[in-house]
């Protein structure tokens, strides 16, 4: 963390990236971190090269955020990126190209990271990239308001499943009751993620619940949603992010995975595990990475069918075998 302090301290202009297909706790950690910063007197960028899902679009911060054409036109010079939220370059998308041309500092909790930055603090024990940007902005000396306290509060709450996953310890628990003293308003990211579904995707999620298919004894479920299922319903890839959750709740779920075809021959792989299978490892053998209990892959040049033949039956064989973590 130090070096990545003393990085951030000597760079007057940073340019802040998150990744691409971004979730709540890389959106927290963009927005957090850009804020903190521009309070100290740091002239910031905030970026992330891919369309930002319409939930977060009621956070006005929101808007400040750039793809990388967008970035290029601004004509920004930046000394630094910080790079948060993120496990491997491949993730940030053109923000890419920056890598080598000007130092690169990473902040992150993925288990699979491969440190591919020039100042890496990489701590796979954060439930959420939020909390160590917490730390990183205490550490520079950053003041809390209501506003900054409720958007770092959101990242927590996101990569916890708010606050009831297995990755919620004491010390997530502890870092939200911090931010909510400070003035952080929980009600207002649940309502905002939670409660504010259109009704489009219910009728996605039962055209995937028709689809849905419950192997060995139940231990793995998975669906899949096609380009045309996603037409059909009026939905993008934005309305379905939360299906995997619902299919992990199904009692006696092991594994639940979403195939989304995001794009035409561009699958998604969204996992999820319960108790006992890593999908980090998992994921990494298809070409994505992740979190022992929550992880991804995205495939190209095969369309859903094809990336659940070769997904499920190396997964099935993986599960059997009982690899624990
Ligand atoms: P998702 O299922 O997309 O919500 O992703 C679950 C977790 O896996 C997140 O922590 C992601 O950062 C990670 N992840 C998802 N997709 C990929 C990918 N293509 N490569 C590496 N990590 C990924
Ligand atoms: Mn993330
Ligand atoms: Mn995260």
Redesign the pocket.
């Known amino acids: 963390m130090k070096e990545v302090v003393e990085a951030i301290k000597k760079a007057n202009k940073v340019l802040v990236v998150g990744?691409?297909?971004p979730?709540g706790?890389?959106i927290s950690s963009v927005l957090s971190l850009s804020k903190g910063l521009r309070s100290i007197g740091k002239e910031v960028i905030s970026g992330i090269d891919w369309k930002i899902p319409w939930i977060f679009e009621e956070l006005e911060e929101v808007k400040d955020i750039v793809d990388y054409q967008k970035f290029l036109d601004s004509g920004f010079d930046p000394k630094l990126m910080v790079v948060v939220?993120?496990?491997?370059p491949?993730?940030i998308g053109d923000f890419q190209n920056l890598i080598g041309k000007i130092p690169v500092a990473v902040i992150d909790h993925?288990a699979?990271n491969d440190e591919f930055a020039n100042f890496n603090w990489v701590d796979k024990s954060f439930g959420a990239c939020a909390q160590m940007v917490m730390r990183v902005n205490k550490e520079l000396g950053v003041k809390y308001d209501e506003n900054l306290a409720t958007i770092n509060l959101m990242g927590i709450l996101t990569?916890t499943g708010f606050l009831r996953f297995p990755n919620a310890d004491a010390r997530v628990y502890e870092d939200a009751t911090e931010l909510v003293k400070l003035g952080g308003k929980p009600h207002k990211i649940s309502s905002m993620i939670l409660e504010n579904k259109r009704i489009e995707q219910f009728h996605l999620f039962a055209d995937v619940l028709e689809k849905m298919k419950i192997e060995l004894d139940g231990k793995l479920v998975y669906s899949y949603i096609t380009q045309e299922m996603y037409k059909k319903h009026g939905c993008t890839d934005e309305d379905s992010?939360g299906f995997?959750h619902e299919l992990r709740s199904i009692r006696g779920v092991e594994v639940a995975i979403?195939f989304m075809e995001i794009r035409p021959k561009l699958v998604?792989?969204?996992?999820?595990s319960k108790e006992w299978f890593d999908?980090?490892q998992f994921?990494?053998s298809i070409?994505?990475?992740?979190?022992p209990r929550?992880?991804?892959?995205?495939i190209e040049g095969k369309d859903v069918f094809e990336v659940m033949d070769y997904v499920i039956p190396k997964l099935k064989e993986e599960m059997s075998r009982g690899e624990k973590s």
Do not use: F, P, Q, Y
């Not at 939220?85 to 491997?88: A, L």
């Not at 070409?287 to 979190?291: C, E, F, L, R």
């Not at 929550?294 to 995205?298: H, L, M």
């Open positions: 990744h691409i297909m979730d706790d890389d939220d993120v496990s491997s491949d993730r993925h699979t990569d992010s995997v979403m998604h792989v969204s996992m999820r999908l980090s994921a990494k070409g994505g990475g992740g979190h929550a992880a991804g892959a995205s």
